[in-house]
Nanobody
Framework: QVQLVESGGGLVQSGGSLRLSCAAS????????MGWYRQTPGKQRELVAE???????NYTDSVKGRFTISRDSTKNTVYLQMNGLKPADTAVYYC???????????????WGQGTQVTISS
């Protein structure tokens, strides 16, 4: 019923920038929060940044000052502007949405398929 589609990943050099986008579609009644997580082989998926419906944001310490999350509620889309990229930022980035559909009264977590971000040194 709900799909999250990410775009914007790729390969850039250290110090470069990328902008990720994630669009939610389907039978959406409301979105509580949207965020970005990342995962590398053998490690758990970790929070990168999230933004609530009220506009509050939260970042993991390693990206503060370099990444900016934003949200366009009219398009059900969340963005992650990543500047000053480092090789340590290399990972698969996943979009997460906490969404209430038109058929349920509770919020459910949905994930995108992931987009690869690779930073070369």
């Amino acid at each position: 019923q709900v799909q999250l589609v990410e775009s914007g990943g790729g390969l850039v050099q250290s110090g470069g920038s990328l902008r990720l986008s994630c669009a939610a579609s389907g039978s959406i009644r409301s979105i509580n929060s949207m965020g970005w997580y990342r995962q590398t082989p053998g490690k758990q998926r970790e929070l990168v940044a999230e933004v609530t419906s009220g506009g509050s944001t939260n970042y993991t310490d390693s990206v503060k000052g370099r990444f900016t999350i934003s949200r366009d509620s009219t398009k059900n889309t969340v963005y992650l502007q990543m500047n000053g990229l480092k090789p340590a930022d290399t990972a698969v980035y996943y979009c997460k949405g906490t969404i209430r559909t038109s058929r349920l009264y509770t919020y459910t977590t949905y994930w995108g398929q992931g987009t690869q971000v690779t930073i070369s040194s």
